[in-house]
Structures are given as C-alpha cells and as structure tokens.
C-alpha cells in the first residue's frame, strides 16, 4: 500500500506551498486538512463565536484555502479522520494536535516570523499555549516537529534561539520565497510607482496607527505615484476609507490580486509586517519595514531558482523510508539540496 501524507494547510500562502511539495511526491498517496485542533474549548469558540474568525483556523482563510484544494482536484481530510497517516507536513507548530504527534513530522517555514518579544518570551518562560502570542512570533518554536526546514540559515539561527533544536533545522529555502526573479516578467499594467502593503494588525488584535502609517508613507512617495495592496484579511471598506481620505487622488487601492508583480515593477516598497519585503529585497528595490534591516537581510530566504519543493520533497521522501526509530533521522541525515540546474527537469 502507498505510504499516506497529511499535508496542514493555513493561508494561501501556506497551502500552496503544501500544494509546490505534494506535486514533488507522486509514489505518495497525499492528503490535505486545514490546520485544526482537538481542543473542546478552542472548537466551541469556532463553532459558536467569531473570535477566531480573521485566524486561519476559520473564516475566509479556510474558505479559500479548501478552494484551491479542490480545485486542483486534491484529496481532503480535514480533521485528519479519513486515515492513518505516515508522515504529517505542518505549515505551523503554534497548534499541533497530541494525537498527530505520534507520525513522523515535518515543518515548513512560511515566511517571516513576527517580531520575539517581551511577551513571547512570558509565554515561553511559563510554558503557556504558543498562540497566546497572537501572532507567528513564536512559530518554528516549539520543537515539537521530527524536521523543520528553514528558509535560511538567518533563520535557522532565530528558531534554534527561541526553543527547536538546531540539528533538526534543515536550510532548504521555501516555494514561495525561493525565485523571486521570475515575477520580473509579468503583465501588471503600472511601472514606478511607491507600493504599500499594508498589515492585518488590527485584525489580529495588535494595536496599528494606520493613520500615521498612511500619512507616513505619503510623505515617503514625496508626489509619486502611490499604490496600495490591501492585506486579504484586512476589512475592507474601513481600510479603503482610511487610504481615500488621507492620500491624494490618484492613489490606486488593489484590494486583490497577485503582489508579486507589483513589487516587481515598483520604484520603491514600504510594508509594515509583510513577508513579501523579501521580494523586494531580492529584487533590488528600495524597501521600507517594520522590522530591523539587518535583521532582514539575515534572515534573507535563499533564492535557489525554485528548487526549495524539490529540496523538501526529498526531505519527505528519505524521512518515509528510514526504518528506524523517528528521532533518530536527523542524527545521520545528510542533506543535500536539489542542484538548481535540474529544477525544470
């Protein structure tokens, strides 16, 4: 019988990349779930409130992201209630629940990581639940998982800090981060312009002074074209409102759409806690963020030219047939990534 996969998807973000590594591994009979939890509390306040409604837990991230599953014709199993299954892909280890736990476990970067503060470090002191932090700061923490593949070593010298150990951290760059060159051939209409992206703070209950962003990043396009790339799981029509009233008139508001390509062929990108400031890093463009520059450049993703689904494919794969006890994988695994020559192979 084939070997089964569980791959936890989240964001779109987070199922496509599942989606990059699952097309890697054929010989394999993959599935696919939304990250969910067996917590009784934490399923009554989903079922019976929105507070958890803008997390990827529910709402539109679940809604779009079992979309694309079944679109591309993928096999769901949400709640892991199908199967037994050999191997568990996470695209997060905030939330794992005990009984999946007992598989072999992989996780996968999905891109930055939320500042490590004063708070997480509270959280992790008294060994209270990870999403307590609200938001990814604490991430990659938990080393919890068999494997974590990293995007850089940047980033595999953060997660080692906070609590995984570094032997089980594997530098294999991530899908969506990992060529950022090829969004410069695109069909996106404009050229030089100032992008914004803007954050979903509010939505995740940290405190924004999104006016004084707006006005900031105004003053930044010094009388340049200004465009904006509104976060998929802002509200809409309050953020739409703020832009207009405090943004000259020409001022163009993408509420959706692919950002990629937009950094592309910007002049110049301001965010404020946007994975996608790596893009325009990678890039070359002038780009403005919440967080450190240094920091930034650290923690780089690797840019391999898209072979990173390949590299954690094989990651599976080798992890699937080793034969003996679990833990013991990563104390002889010899990593090797994928040549980026043969990617299109």
């Known amino acids: 019988m084939q070997k089964k996969i569980l791959f936890i998807t989240g964001s779109i973000n987070q199922t496509t990349q599942m989606y990059q590594i699952a097309a890697q591994l054929p010989e394999y009979d993959c599935w696919f779930s939304q990250i969910f939890v067996d917590s009784p509390f934490i399923q009554w306040v989903l079922d019976e409130t929105d507070f958890l409604a803008k997390t990827v837990l529910s709402g539109q991230f679940r809604t779009n992201s079992e979309k694309l599953c079944l679109e591309n014709g993928l096999q769901m199993d949400y709640k892991a209630k199908k199967n037994q299954y050999d191997l568990v892909v996470y695209c997060s280890d ?52 068999d494997i974590y593949c990293a995007a850089s070593k940047g980033y595999k010298e953060r997660f080692s800090k906070i609590g995984t150990k570094a032997h089980k951290i594997l530098v294999t760059g991530i899908p969506n981060f990992d060529n950022c060159e090829q969004y410069l051939e695109n069909d996106f209409p404009l050229q030089n312009y100032v992008l914004v992206a803007t954050s979903d703070s509010r939505e995740c209950f940290r405190p924004e002074d999104r006016i004084g962003f707006i006005k900031d990043c105004v003053e930044k396009a010094a009388g340049r074209q200004l465009v904006f790339k509104l976060h998929p799981n802002e509200v809409v029509e309050r953020a739409v409102a703020e832009i207009k009233e405090n943004t ?91 040549p980026s020559e043969l990617v299109f192979q």
Request: charged fraction near 20%; hydrophobic fraction near 35%.
């Open 94 to 145: 905030m939330i794992i629940p005990d009984r999946l736990l007992q598989q072999k476990t992989i996780w996968v970067q999905e891109g930055m990581v939320d500042e490590y503060n004063f708070f997480c470090k509270i959280i992790k002191k008294l060994n209270l639940p990870r999403y307590w932090a609200i938001g990814t700061a604490l991430n990659g923490s938990s080393n919890l998982c």
């Open 248 to 338: 000259p008139e020409s001022t163009l508001i993408y509420t959706t759409g692919n950002i990629n390509p937009m950094i592309a062929n910007c002049e110049e990108f301001i965010t404020q806690y946007s994975s996608a400031v790596y893009v325009g890093m990678a890039l070359g463009k002038k780009v403005h963020s919440y967080f450190d520059k240094e920091e930034l450049e650290r923690q780089m993703p690797i840019q391999n030219k898209g072979t990173s689904a390949k590299n954690i494919a094989q990651i599976c794969r080798d992890f699937l047939e080793f034969s003996g006890k679990k833990e013991d994988f990563v104390k002889t695994y010899q990593y090797k990534a994928v």
